[in-house]
């Protein structure tokens, strides 16, 4: 491998991951390919997908070590969110994460990062979904509770600007919210799988479209 390699590492769950699409077909592969046309860099570019199905922000921590800090990144992506704002039958009505914990742990990921010289952090929203109410719980909204830790990521990602923290936050929600309203013929569910949860290729070309250009733009701005 050549030297001086640059390397961006994507660290969350299945939206990351791009489960059940196509690899080749994921926003995750398309913004490797547009890292490496850079202009006027030398040095090669290497991205790393640590996306993990089914992720919440407490199993990742568990990880962060061996799947990315232990690599030394330049650069980070972190998108959770969607596991930790669902709710188990067994877990008596309560968040798989607590809005309060993952707060703290959004928080400890990017200290962890900056710990070993990542350059900037990308924080994301997550896509709105068409799951709907909680099947063993009327009164919850799965698209309710994914909105609300929207929000904490905002928020979150806001407190660590005020700190000093080199952060860019990537508002998907915002993203999809304003795609659909422009287009009228197209709903949610055109963008995403049966499951209304996970992205079809529609919605990984909107990821395409805005995640990826801000990422590149950025990036850019450290190796120009």
Known sequence: MQNNINK???????ICF???VNAHKTWAVKLS?????IENVNDSFVVQNAGVNGNTTRQALLRIHYDVISHNPDFLMIQFGMNDCNYWADDICLPRVSPKSFVANLAEMVDRGLSIGVKHIFLNT??????????????????????????LIRDTANQLLDDGKPI????????FKSHISSKKKFGL????LDDGIHLSEKGHSIY?????????????????
């Open 8 to 14: 961006l590492y994507l660290f969350g769950d299945s």
């Open 18 to 20: 791009g489960q059940l």
């Open 33 to 37: 390919q547009e890292l490496n046309k």
């Open 126 to 151: 997550n896509h709105p979904s068409n799951k709907g109410n909680i099947p063993h719980d009327d009164s919850i909204s799965y698209d309710k509770s994914n909105s609300f830790y929207n929000q």
């Open 168 to 175: 860019t936050l990537i508002d998907m929600e915002s993203v």
């Open 189 to 192: 569910e055109n963008f995403l």
């Open 208 to 224: 395409n479209e805005n995640l990826v250009p801000t990422v590149v733009e950025k990036i850019s701005s450290f190796l120009g």
